[in-house]
């Protein structure tokens, strides 16, 4: 098995593709080493000393390290923790969890434009934030704002703001006028 990994533009996040499917479909987001009990492979990273959050994909694993750790230093131990889960034959999520499609429920009047936002986002922003080993969702709409959620690579990134007000922001206000604002919700 031979594990691929690619720098995001967060320099706290290193993405590593595996050469095979990950997550069937959704995302799973692990923002700390506690929220791992469902997966064998999370848990397996967050041994690792110094990893502080773990985002899968459908075909990638993204993993965040604290500030004061090389990733000179573990990034050895991790390719080695990907290979030995893969090889284990141990799944990737235990149980009957599912991953997450990512979007919130959204109920009301606005709808029509919410249902617009999110498959502006599944179409043109989620595919290239994939590509930077994150994940980007619609968390709410109120009076105008998109309210979004920011997952593996994208959480903490330096760029985020930028990612958030110049890119997606733009991109929704010119395709849907009651957009005035895009923020950033943690969840």
């Known amino acids: 098995m031979f594990i691929q990994t690619e720098s995001t533009p967060n320099p706290a996040t290193l993405k ?4 095979q499917t990950v997550l069937d479909a959704g995302t799973a987001d692990f923002p700390a080493a506690e929220a791992a009990g469902q997966s064998p492979l999370a848990q397996r990273l967050f041994a690792v000393n110094g990893v502080t959050g773990v985002f899968f994909g459908t075909d990638f694993v993204t993993v965040t390290k604290a ?50 936002i ?13 590509q930077d080993g994150g994940d980007i969702t619609f968390h709410g709409f109120e ?15 330096p760029s985020s703001t930028l990612t958030l007000k110049m890119g997606i922001e733009n991109l929704l206000r010119h395709y849907i006028p009651e957009v005035t604002e895009v923020r950033p919700v943690a969840v």
């Open 67 to 116: 500030d004061a750790v090389e990733w000179d230093h573990i990034k050895p131990a991790l390719l080695g923790a990907i290979m030995e889960h893969f090889q284990s034959g141990e799944p990737v999520m235990a149980g009957d969890t599912q991953p997450a499609s990512g979007h919130a429920e959204h109920t009301g009047e606005d709808g029509e434009i919410v249902g617009q």
């Open 118 to 130: 999110k498959e502006l986002l599944d179409t043109r922003v989620r595919p290239a934030v994939a």
């Open 143 to 157: 009076r105008g704002v998109v309210y979004l959620h920011m997952q593996g690579a994208c959480a903490g990134c």
């Open 16 to 19: 590593f593709l595996p050469g």
